[in-house]
């Protein structure tokens, strides 16, 4: 396997805030924790606003939640559950006379990117200290519609 030599620069998005407005987490005492499922399904929904005219300042919300799988009486419990919200607060530091459209996309994928990382490291903190065991988010991909 062939390496690739990789250029480091500075990033066009800089981080202004993030922080995380709810964070809950429950479980159920149990005599054996590893009977029942770590959650299998994650809702991830972002969600990114321009915050000034001059397009240079956003907002990018992430919301995630575990879900149960399961329909009606079969619907099955989880170790525990989950329902995380993160905020960032973005500054645009690339090409200002980049498109609007172009500078949304960017904002969009790496704002949820640099979110999701920071509450997928939160969570497995939170499930490492308990009987459960550590639990990791899932990867996932942000796409723009």
Not at 71 to 90: H, K, Q, S, Y
């Amino acid at each position: 396997m062939q390496t690739q030599p990789m250029r480091v620069s500075a990033p066009p998005l800089e981080v202004e805030v993030l922080f995380f407005p709810n964070v809950s987490f429950q479980t159920r005492p149990h005599d054996d924790p590893e009977s029942l499922p770590v959650p299998e399904r994650v809702l991830v929904s972002p969600l990114a606003s321009c915050l000034s005219e001059d397009g240079m300042r956003w907002n990018v919300v992430l919301h995630v939640k575990s879900e149960r799988t399961g329909e009606g009486e079969e619907i099955r419990e989880n170790r525990f559950d989950f329902d995380l919200v993160a905020v960032g607060r973005f500054v645009w530091k690339g090409n200002p006379d980049e498109e609007r459209d172009k500078i949304a996309k960017v904002v969009s994928i790496s704002g949820a990117s640099i979110l999701y990382s920071s509450l997928r490291d939160m969570l497995l903190t939170l499930t490492a200290r308990g009987p459960w065991g550590p639990y990791l988010l899932p990867a996932v991909r942000f796409d723009p519609e």
